[in-house]
C-alpha cells in the first residue's frame, strides 16, 4: 500500500501520514476485515474483446468499437498508457464473393501510418508506370484484408475452437532457396503487437529446434509469443500441440506449469524463407501473412513517413494506431459472423500462389529446379516423353554431383512431382491416381492442379513421364 501510495500520489504531507500510522492501519486485526479477491480477472467471450486505456475501456464487436469507463476488476498491465478517443481509420470494408474485398479508409483514417504500411507492404506491383490490372487490385484488397483479419485474430483474447493457428508471415517474392532477403516488414507487426498487449519475444535465429526452455518468458498473463526470423529448417511441426492444446512451460531454475489452451497465449511467427508445411496437419495450423518487397534493404518506412515509428510518434499518431488496432479486432469478428472465409474462421488467408511456389521451391531445393528447368525445356526433348527413372535420375546426378546427400533414389519421385505442381505439369497421366482415377476423368473436376499417376512399369523398368496440360489432353488415357 505504502508503495502504491508513493507511485500514485503527489501529496507528500498525505505520505508522510501514511508512513507514520502505516503500523495502526495495517494491523492483524485489520488485516482479517479485508475482503478476499479472487485474482481471475480474465474474461474471455466469444465475438467480444475489450481493451483498457488510462480513460476508460473499449469493447470491441463485429457491430462496432464502444468506449465508456472501466467497468470492473482489470489487472494494472493490461491498462495501455495512453489515452483513447475514437477516430474511424477504416469506414468499412466490403466482401462479394465475386469481385472480393475493398477496404475504403476515412478522410482520418489515411493519416494513420501504420495502416499506410500495412498497404504498403501488400503492393506486389510496386512498378513505376505500372497500372495495376483489375486481378492485382483485387489480390492486392485481400493482403490488406488478410493482414487486418489476422491481426484481430491476434489481439482477440478468446479462442475459437475452429482456429487453433499460428500467424505466420514471410515474404511473397519468389526467390533463390535458402536466400534470405528480409527488412519487408514482418518484425514491424510484432512490435506493434507488443503495443498493445502482453507479448513474449523469442530470436527464432538464435533458437534450436529442441530447446526445452524456448518458452522460459511466458507467464499466464503472456498473450502473444512472437518467435522472430526463424531459420531455413524451422520444425513448424513441434509446435502443433502448443497451437491447438495446453502449453507446456519449462522455466530455467522455476516449477513446470502449464497454461490452459483457452487461457494460452497465439503464435506470430516471422521467417525469410519458406515453412515446409505441406501437408493437412500443418496448413490447418497456419495462417499466412505475405509481405511485398515495397521495403529492403534500400527503402525502409523511415522513407516513407521521414521518421521512427513508434518512438516519434505524437498522441494523435498514436491515437490513429489504436485505432486501428481495435478495428482489425472488429473486422476480425465481422469476418467471422459473415464468414468471408469460411464458417468458423476470421483470418482471411492471402493469394496463396507466390506462398506455394515458395513452399515448393524450397522443399525441391535450388539445384533441382536449376536442373528440371533445363532438363524439362521444350527444347531438351524430354518434356512429354516416358523416361526410365534411372536414366532421369543420372542425369540429375550428372549436372549436379555434389548433391548426392539431397536428392537420394528415395525421394527423387517427390521432388519431381512438385516440380510438376511448380510448373504446372502432370506426371505419369498414362496412369490411375492413387484413387484408381484416369487423368481423363480426373482433370475436369482439378483445374489447375497437378495429376499424379502411380508407378509405371514394364519389362521390370520404371518410367517417369512429365507433360504439359496441352500434351496430356490429346492422349487417349
Not at 271 to 285: K, V
Not at 358 to 365: F, I
Not at 420 to 439: E, L, T
Amino acid at each position: 500500500m505504502y508503495y502504491y501510495a508513493l507511485q500514485t500520489c503527489k501529496d507528500r504531507d498525505v505520505i508522510t501520514m501514511l508512513a507514520s500510522r502505516l503500523g495502526s492501519l495495517l494491523g492483524p486485526d485489520k488485516l482479517e476485515r479485508i475482503t478476499k479477491i479472487d485474482d481471475n480477472f480474465d474474461n474471455f467471450e466469444p465475438h467480444i474483446q475489450r481493451m483498457y486505456y488510462r480513460n476508460g475501456q473499449i469493447q470491441i464487436t463485429s457491430r462496432g468499437i464502444e468506449f465508456g469507463d472501466l467497468l470492473g476488476q482489470v489487472w494494472s498491465d493490461k491498462v495501455i498508457r495512453r489515452k483513447f478517443k475514437r477516430v474511424p481509420v477504416i469506414d468499412k470494408i466490403e466482401y462479394d464473393p465475386a469481385a472480393g474485398f475493398s477496404v475504403f479508409p476515412t478522410e482520418e483514417g489515411k493519416a494513420c501510418e501504420f495502416f499506410r504500411f500495412i498497404c504498403n507492404t501488400s503492393n506486389f506491383w510496386n512498378i513505376p508506370g505500372h497500372t495495376p490490372t483489375d486481378q492485382e487490385e483485387r489480390e492486392f484488397q485481400q493482403h490488406v484484408v488478410n493482414k487486418i483479419t489476422s491481426i484481430g485474430f491476434l489481439m482477440c483474447d478468446y479462442k475459437y475452437q475452429t482456429e487453433l493457428k499460428a500467424v505466420i508471415a514471410m515474404d511473397g517474392q519468389m526467390g533463390e532457396v535458402a536466400q534470405s532477403n528480409g527488412r519487408t516488414g514482418k518484425s514491424l507487426v510484432g512490435a506493434a503487437l507488443a503495443k498493445i498487449l502482453d507479448q513474449t519475444a523469442i530470436d527464432g535465429r538464435n533458437t534450436k529446434n529442441d530447446d526445452d526452455y524456448i518458452y522460459s518468458n511466458v507467464t499466464p498473463r503472456t498473450r502473444n509469443i512472437f518467435i522472430d526470423d526463424v531459420k531455413v529448417n524451422f520444425d513448424f511441426e513441434r509446435f502443433f500441440f502448443a497451437v491447438t492444446g495446453d502449453l507446456a512451460v519449462n522455466p530455467k531454475t522455476k516449477a513446470r506449469f502449464i497454461i490452459p489452451n483457452e487461457k494460452s497465449p497465439k503464435f506470430y511467427i516471422t521467417t525469410n524463407h519458406a515453412i515446409n508445411a505441406n501437408n493437412r496437419s500443418a496448413l490447418e495450423r497456419i495462417t499466412y501473412m505475405a509481405f511485398s518487397d515495397w521495403y529492403n534493404d534500400n527503402h525502409r518506412p523511415i522513407d516513407d513517413f521521414g521518421h521512427q515509428f513508434f518512438a516519434d510518434w505524437d498522441e494523435d499518431q498514436w491515437n490513429l494506431f489504436d485505432n486501428f488496432m481495435a478495428e482489425c479486432c472488429m473486422f476480425y469478428f465481422k469476418s467471422m459472423a459473415e464468414s468471408w472465409y469460411r464458417t468458423g474462421q476470421g483470418a482471411v488467408p492471402p493469394p496463396m500462389r507466390d506462398i506455394k511456389m515458395r513452399t515448393l521451391k524450397q522443399q525441391m531445393g535450388e539445384a533441382f529446379v536449376q536442373w528440371a528447368e533445363t532438363y524439362f525445356d521444350e527444347s531438351a526433348n524430354n518434356l512429354n516423353e516416358r523416361i526410365p527413372r534411372k536414366t532421369m535420375y543420372d542425369a540429375y546426378h550428372s549436372s549436379f554431383p555434389d548433391s548426392k546427400f539431397g536428392v537420394t533414389p528415395s525421394n527423387f519421385r517427390t521432388k519431381v512431382v512438385l516440380y510438376c505442381d511448380f510448373k504446372g505439369y502432370h506426371f505419369n497421366v498414362s496412369r490411375p491416381n492413387k484413387s484408381g482415377i484416369s487423368f481423363r476423368d480426373w482433370i475436369e473436376d482439378h483445374p489447375g492442379e497437378a495429376f499424379v499417376g502411380e508407378a509405371d512399369k514394364s519389362g521390370g523398368v520404371e518410367y517417369f513421364g512429365v507433360f504439359s496440360l496441352d500434351f496430356a489432353k490429346k492422349q487417349p488415357f
